[in-house]
């Protein structure tokens, strides 16, 4: 990230932020039915999968901001900010009419921020590499187009 306006840290802070309004407004809803099939821990299968984009959003923020530095250090760091506010979300759903905080459902928010945050820096790491060769790319096609 390349100075301190709100240009340089928007781009990586906003996308996290207004996933947690998504899923605060979610949490929101005093009796929400989500259509799907009935199958075993259903509930906590889709706290994973609501918390994993969630996980990734924090650790590509973390990136963006160049903090922390390690792969390790950042995947732990979108792990425990994600996992607290899945653990805020719990205790939000407590004033929530119909609705109970469950420790199950925030160990599920800690399942899919490690997954999410391990996941984001997998791929960057592994399948990423691909966009500076597509730029390169379109760098020949300008060059040949020119000519």
């Known amino acids: ?28 809803m005093p009796n929400p039915h989500i259509p799907g099939p009935d199958v075993p821990f259903r509930d906590k299968i889709l706290h994973v999968l609501l918390y994993t984009p969630l996980g990734a959003l924090f650790n590509r923020m973390f990136h963006e901001l160049g903090w922390p530095r390690t792969a390790a250090a950042r995947i732990w760091a979108g792990v425990l900010l994600t996992g607290l506010y899945g653990v805020g979300d719990e205790i939000h759903q407590a004033f929530v009419p119909n609705r109970t905080p469950s420790p199950a459902d925030a160990v599920a928010d800690f399942t899919g921020a490690l997954l999410g945050a391990a996941g984001y820096e997998t791929l960057k790491k592994n399948a990423f590499p691909i966009i500076p060769a597509i730029s390169g790319l379109t760098k020949w096609r300008y060059f040949f187009k020119n000519r």
């Open 1 to 28: 990230m390349t100075g301190h306006s709100f240009r340089g840290w928007a781009p990586a802070v906003l996308p996290p932020l207004l996933y947690c309004g998504v899923i605060f407004l979610l949490s929101a």
